[in-house]
């Protein structure tokens, strides 16, 4: 069983920052996939970063490419995304979700095996 829980959310105004930490505890971490999702109310969850399990390969949707950056520290087994000129459009509750046993990237939010409870995280215009 893999456990993950999200933090760090909040509400700042539009071009501030904000960094949304995942602890992970369970299984072995460092033999898998991570990434983040987020869903504004009345939306699909879509897909938000991405990282393999090195931290080598990365990755984001286009709507976020640029600002946030996903890295991850395999002592610690955490998951990190910094966001930076938040929008009000960024406004969600941010998931992260660990595929296990996976080296490469992950896009499809159906392949992950386990997901956090979820950050707020709203951004003011």
């Known amino acids: 069983q893999v456990h993950l829980v999200e933090s760090g959310g909040g509400l700042v105004q539009a071009g501030g920052s904000l960094r949304l930490s995942c602890a992970t505890s369970g299984r072995a971490f460092s033999w898998s996939a991570m990434g983040w999702f987020r869903q504004a109310p009345g939306k699909e969850r879509e897909f938000v970063a991405a990282?393999?399990?090195?931290?080598?390969?990365?990755d984001y949707s286009d709507s976020v490419k640029g600002r946030f950056t996903i890295s991850r520290d395999n002592a610690k087994n955490m998951v990190y995304l910094q966001m930076n000129s938040l929008k009000p459009e960024d406004t969600a509750v941010y998931y992260c979700?660990?595929?296990?046993?996976?080296?490469?990237?992950?896009?499809?939010?159906?392949?992950?095996?386990?997901w956090g409870q979820g950050t707020q995280v709203t951004v003011s215009s």
């Open positions: 990282i393999s399990w090195s931290g080598v390969s990365k």
């Open positions: 979700a660990v595929k296990v046993g996976m080296y490469d990237l992950v896009y499809n939010m159906r392949e992950y095996d386990y």
